[in-house]
């Protein structure tokens, strides 16, 4: 029987089809609790954790078939470049705050997570995994691993960020009393991704529109902030 | 273009993003410089945004999926992420707050300023 459950996940099509149907448990809970904070991607690596802990299935075994996942971040973040153009118009009409915003954002979020880490008294590998934790995990995933830090991790932290960002950024306009859309937009997206993203389209057009903006050139500064960091 | 076309496009496109990090002298993600391709490519007007329509939709809208693996090597990690829980928890919380307020404060400020410099030329005028 073990050796049978073994051989059957081995097979990259265990790694591919249980992480479509956790998603899709993730995803059927998201809608039915519609908050947040009931996150598809936790609920999905949730469940799988659980599910190789209770077979005793071999992580290898998974990651077989969920490399095939992995590897679709390249054309997601190219795919990145859509939402950017898509939103040209109302680019061009602020780009100077947008740029701006977003290279101080992007410089905020790092030296902020570089000092509070050290702080906390974290090691070099846990803070090097968190660094990228406000970009899209399409470009916060690789940078981790350049850098020597673990991108399970990093998966984790970006979950943190965003979902705090998606739950909390009514409030955090109210307390900063941030007044312009623009504004609110272009930092929702640039501190807490495509999650934040999500809570900016609801907020507005004008916010979502720059929100969504922010996630590809803050990931863009970040990029290049942490390259020669 | 018919979905075969679009992956094939995608997938090329990809793979020399993927050449083209190699020949960049110092680590930076394939993806990004695909992206940095594509928006030249849309830029230029060869390549339209409905050519890629039902790829980039599906690939935006379930994009989290590609997520789950890296998250579910946290199997390795649970002592590590155990024993740091609270203070990566507080680090990613409280940098998340500090980031939103100063990417917001810097857009509104210079949106100010930009107000004021067009009212004195616009006075000068």
């Known amino acids: 029987m073990r050796e049978f ?45 659980a599910l190789l802990l209770v077979l005793g299935i071999p992580y290898e075994n998974y990651m077989i078939g969920g490399a095939f996942w992995e590897m679709l971040l390249v054309p997601a973040t190219a795919i990145l470049a859509t939402k950017i153009y898509t939103q040209r118009t109302i680019l061009k009409r602020y780009l100077v705050p947008v740029l701006i915003g977003s290279a101080v954002g992007a410089l905020v979020a790092v030296v902020c997570v570089w000092g509070l880490s050290k702080l906390f008294g974290l090691d070099e590998t846990l803070t090097v995994s968190l660094l990228p934790k406000s970009v899209t995990a399409a470009i916060a995933l690789p940078l981790s691993e350049q850098m020597g830090g673990i991108n399970s991790i990093t998966t984790f932290a970006l979950v943190i960020a965003g979902v705090s960002g998606a739950v909390f950024a009514p409030y955090w306009i109210r307390w900063f009393r941030i007044t312009n859309p623009v504004a609110s937009g272009l930092a929702l997206g640039t501190a807490s991704h495509i999650l934040g993203t999500t809570k900016a389209i609801e907020l507005g057009e004008v916010e979502g529109a720059l929100s969504s903006c922010a996630i590809g050139i803050a990931g863009l500064f970040t990029v290049f902030i942490l390259t020669f960091f | 273009m018919n979905i075969f076309k679009q992956l094939t496009a995608l997938s090329l496109l990809s793979l020399a993003g993927v050449a083209i990090s190699h020949l960049i002298p110092f680590p930076f993600p394939a993806g990004v410089v695909c992206m940095i391709l594509l928006f030249l490519l849309f830029c230029t007007g060869k390549v339209k945004l409905s050519h890629l329509q039902e790829t980039t939709d599906f690939l935006s809208r379930y994009m989290a999926i590609l997520f789950i693996p890296a998250g579910v090597g946290l199997i390795r990690y649970l002592d590590l992420l155990k024993s740091s829980f609270i203070p990566i928890l507080l680090v990613c919380l409280i940098s998340t707050v500090i980031t939103f307020a100063a990417t917001a404060y810097t857009v509104q400020f210079v949106i100010l300023l930009q107000e004021k410099y067009r009212k004195g030329r616009d006075s000068r005028a």
């Open chain 1, 5 to 49: 459950l073994l051989s059957v996940t081995a097979s990259p099509l265990f790694g591919l089809s249980a992480t479509l149907f956790a998603y899709g448990i993730g995803l059927k809970l998201h809608k039915k609790a519609g908050s947040p904070l009931v996150n598809p991607l936790l609920i999905a690596d949730f469940l799988l954790i």
